[in-house]
T-cell receptor, first 116, second 113 residues
């Protein structure tokens, strides 16, 4: 099956700094990727839809300037949390669509972000 | 817009007993339905999906689900659970043609020895 890799799996950063999370489709080209946020013992909340070569579409209530998404190639999307604060600490998960396997989305293993 | 309701936040069950995890959805258009499993600090693994055709869908690890259009439900079942089935289970829906996936709140399945 299609494989999606997220990096890093865990990251700790200081308050006020920025951190970048990568989401890669390893064996397929993903024109569309999604970014989710998951708080402890809660569900996944869709943050944004990332389309290769165009601007991301953010869900209502998600700050575009805080969560920068770039999808510059067919196999890589990045989420940058800018000026991170402790309340940004969460589990971030990406998913990607494989055109050969629609509509199934394939998920990365997630990134645990802790802001101290 | 679509929504997903998972009726049980936690389901404790003894090993080798049957289990059903309930899921109801709401949408004004046709949808695809999914069940995912998540183990601690990991991403999501697809258990099964309903796209069209037969309403009874079989997935991995002995799980199955039945799509009921009139009741807008997609309940997940397993006839005999194992300790290793302890995990969080998410029901999800995406609109046909849109592919944006919306998740339910999740059900914690806890299998006891």
């Amino acid at each position: 099956g299609a494989v999606v890799s997220q990096h890093p799996s865990r990251v700790i950063c200081k308050s006020g700094t920025s951190v970048k999370i990568e989401c890669r489709s390893l064996d397929f080209q993903a024109t569309t990727m999604f970014w989710y946020r998951q708080f402890p013992k809660q569900s996944l909340m869709l943050m944004a839809t990332s389309n290769e070569g165009s601007k991301a579409t953010y869900e209502q209530g998600v700050e575009k300037d805080k969560f920068l998404i770039n999808h510059a190639s067919l196999t890589l999307s990045t989420l940058t949390v800018t000026s991170a604060h402790p309340e940004d600490s969460s589990f971030y998960i990406c998913s990607a669509l494989d055109a050969a396997a629609l509509p199934t989305a394939f998920f990365g293993q997630g990134t645990r972000l802790t802001v101290v | 817009a679509q929504s997903v309701t998972q009726l049980d936040s936690q389901v404790p069950v003894f090993e080798e007993a049957p289990v059903e995890l309930r899921c109801n959805y709401s949408s004004s258009v046709s949808v695809y339905l999914f069940w995912y499993v998540q183990y601690p600090n990991q991403g999501l693994q697809l258990l099964l999906k309903y796209l069209s055709g037969s309403t009874l869908v079989k997935g991995i690890n002995g799980f199955e689900a039945e799509f009921n259009k009139s009741q807008t439900s997609f309940h997940l079942r397993k006839p005999s659970v194992h300790l290793r089935d302890t995990a969080e289970y998410f029901c999800a829906v995406s609109e046909t043609g849109g592919f944006k996936t919306i998740f339910g709140a999740g059900t914690r399945l806890f299998v006891k020895a």
